[in-house]
């Protein structure tokens, strides 16, 4: 999933995700729309879908992760958590309920729970009982949702999230008590917060087991490309993250031969493609050289067309992912992914 | 004609331009160019047409405007101009052979001659000596020119530029002498200096008659939207702006209503599109309150789909006077934008 933090994927219109690259669902963020211009606002307009005038599925996240990484302020009690917002200082409070308020005011498709997702490091101790009171969190949304969706004819699906830091046995603990709820689908939050790498895939094998296989499974937050298939074969099925977009702005475009950082003086004449297997808008019209210009020159353009690239290549893996799963080849595949990354050291 | 400085109209694709808004030639910046990437390396990657991938027509600036409005020291002789690059402060030297070379390394299918620009306000006297070395760079880069393409296959047109600050009498002087080049076309600049907008037409005015009718006529650097039609009664037949381009990214957009401030709380909740009467896309798809949000939320796609309206909007004003001249109705249509002008104060 692509992520539009403010109601937009930076630098793509709608057509351009839609129509050219076949984005279906997209990630949008809770807490900054809260805050601005408004999930009122926004409900009075017809919700998100109308408001950006997005064809397809969304997503937010319930804005507990950005309460506890952007907030000046926070305090968390056992009714929910009380935030200063990041543009103006404003005292806000999200609780668990009042977070599926704001949601279903979005129209959202998948709604997800208000969690705490504890940085990193953190005592077992403490992430114990941060994680009984995502747990609780949990509990009230589920039954605050049912209640809010019971007359309603629109079909949304909510999702708890697993937490519990990167100590395994709060991880199942966790997905246990989560799975009691039925949701629609489940979320395992609290990844990509500083940890090393391979301590996050395994907190997704802590509690593969325990999610049901028939239901999505969603990784937030995550990952570089040569990690996606690695969460796949931890048995995921839904990933979001900034990285594509992100490492696109920044100069780093991701290709079927690795990663290629745009500035560099060899590209300076390169009329290649950025990737001669990429069949995206900017690899098909436009040369290394020439988005290696735009990026020096700081122009706009550069971003808008770097990131449409770095998307279709994680669509394109997530294509790969596919078929090689339907065509019963996926473990092939991941040893062919496995083995590129490790001759690229 | 939009304005693509750095070989791009920023925010917007070569197909947004070339498909989408039909646009069938833009200006890009001899000055920019030939300090990033370098001309030479846009000869050896096949020309400015095959670097940026734009599949119409090119025309590029000689660069005096910019050398004269951005280096930070400048030295003129008889000779050319010799300045410090605004990038890096290292000295370079723009003859008037010199810049004929540079625009057919970029392959550009309408270049023009080196002129100076002076500033505005400046002495008669400053202004004749000025006007007089324009004239005769004029014809050094008239007779440079003819003799690189004898031999060449390909066809380009290099126009001359009418100065003379804003003196009438000088500006007819200079026009009479460049008209003895018989070149391919004629340009009348040193407009949008800072003088009042009266004198800008005055400036246009004094030369409509010694300038050849049967010739293209370009404006350079003007002008708002209700001057257009003022320029082309004066006999203008092309004219480049980057009022559109940079005012979209101000927030400020033009409609068939008049201005219009995008960041006004009034379109906070407003569903309407920017302009009811405009067929853009960012029309036919964003409400003005979603472009409000992009605008306050900083957002990439704000100028993107700002800059694509705006520039939509000066096509049609163009599209509304070709219309007019061919049915005979010019005078009526001018009548009309003047009368809306002062209904608007």
């Not at 100590?167 to 629609?184: G, S, Y």
């Amino acid at each position: 999933m692509p992520v539009g933090t403010q109601a937009t994927v930076k630098g793509l219109s709608q057509r351009d995700l839609a129509d050219d690259l076949g984005v279906s669902i997209l990630l949008a963020n809770t807490y900054h729309l809260y805050l601005r211009p408004g999930h009122e606002s926004i409900r009075r307009m017809g919700g998100l879908h109308r408001f950006m005038s997005w064809p397809n599925a969304i997503l937010t996240d319930s804005g507990g992760f950005q309460v506890f990484s952007l907030s000046g302020l926070r305090k968390i009690t056992e009714q929910g958590v009380v935030f200063q917002s990041h543009l103006n200082g404003d005292l806000h409070t999200f609780t668990p309920e009042s977070t599926v308020d704001v949601q279903l005011a979005y129209g959202s498709d998948i709604l997800m729970v208000l969690d705490e997702c504890p940085e990193y490091p953190v005592s077992h101790e403490y992430a114990r009982e941060s994680m009984h009171r995502t747990v609780r969190w949990a509990g009230r949304a589920h039954k605050y949702y049912k209640s809010r969706i019971e007359a309603s004819l629109t079909r949304h699906a909510l999702f708890p999230i697993v937490q519990g830091s990167m100590f395994p046995d709060l991880r199942r603990e966790c997905a246990a008590a989560l799975v009691e709820l039925e949701a629609e689908g489940y979320a395992i939050g609290g990844l990509s917060v500083g940890e090393p790498r391979p301590l996050s895939l395994e907190m997704v094998d802590a509690t593969e087991d325990l999610l049901p296989r028939q239901k999505p499974r969603y990784a937030m937050g995550v990952g570089m490309p040569a990690e996606l298939p690695e969460y796949v074969a931890r048995g995921v099925d839904m990933m979001d993250c900034v990285l594509p977009s992100r490492n696109a702005r920044n100069g780093y475009l991701f290709t079927s031969e690795g990663r290629l950082i745009i500035k560099h003086a060899r590209y300076k004449e390169d009329e290649g493609p950025v990737d001669e297997k990429c069949q995206c808008y900017t690899c098909r019209s436009y040369s290394r050289a020439y988005l290696r210009h735009l990026f020096l020159a700081g122009e706009m353009l550069y971003a808008v067309l770097a990131t449409r690239h770095n998307l279709r290549r994680y669509l394109d893996i997530m294509g790969e992912i596919r078929h090689a799963i339907i065509s019963e080849t996926f473990p092939e595949y991941l040893r062919s992914v496995r083995s590129a990354c490790a001759d690229a050291g």
